[in-house]
């Protein structure tokens, strides 16, 4: 019957997050460079503002960006174990029904 399985493609998912992980020192540059040019009164403004200071918002920035980053890791297991699981079944309910 040959190999008639039913195959997830997790490796788009993997790589998504690896590429992610790989730029993170490009948007941290990013980010630290836009905060350096903000001057002393724009920072000033943002403090006034909800949100809180410069300061505030770049450390909920290292935040967001790490719980980011765990949530596609944590997708990637989960997608490769569920791919992982249902290729196993598809192969044992493919060679039941071949007998």
Do not use: C
């Not at 040959?2 to 993997?14: P, S, V, W, Y």
């Not at 630290?32 to 809180?52: D, F, H, Y």
């Not at 960006?65 to 699981?85: C, D, F, P, R």
Request: no cysteine; glycine share 8%; aromatic share 8%.
């Amino acid at each position: 019957m040959g190999n008639d399985f039913l195959k997830f493609d997790t490796e788009q998912i993997a790589s998504i997050a690896k590429a992610t992980q790989s730029h993170q020192a490009q948007w941290d540059e990013i980010w630290n460079g836009v905060k350096a040019r903000l001057s002393a009164t724009a920072a000033e403004a943002l403090s006034q503002e909800p949100g809180g200071s410069l300061e505030h918002r770049t450390q909920e920035y290292h935040r967001k960006t790490q719980q980011y980053n765990e949530q596609l890791l944590a997708q990637s297991h989960a997608v490769t174990k569920v791919g992982g699981t249902a290729e196993d079944y598809n192969g044992r309910m493919t060679r039941t029904i071949a007998g």
